[in-house]
């Protein structure tokens, strides 16, 4: 096993821990919607630590990070 990647649902961190115990690989995370697709962001698969984080967009991907109120918020705020 090289890669595991987990979606549908945040990977809890102690779930991560468990993972790489048992296989010796890092889980991955992502984010999409089935509407959209199936990946919009994705960690590096060079990451080698979870991180408990969606990643970067793919390739050719956009993406807004907005706000409760539907408004735009800057790199590293929450939204």
Do not use: C, H
Not at 28 to 33: A, P, R
């Amino acid at each position: 096993l090289r890669l595991s990647l987990g979606g549908g649902m945040s990977v809890l961190p102690s779930t991560a821990e468990e993972w790489k115990r048992i296989t010796g690989t890092n889980i991955l995370e992502g984010y999409g919607l089935s509407e959209t697709s199936p990946v919009v962001t994705l960690n590096p698969l060079t990451q080698e630590q979870f991180s408990a984080k969606i990643g970067i967009p793919m390739p050719n991907t956009d993406i807004k990070l907005l706000d409760d109120n539907g408004n735009e918020v800057a790199a590293g705020e929450r939204g």
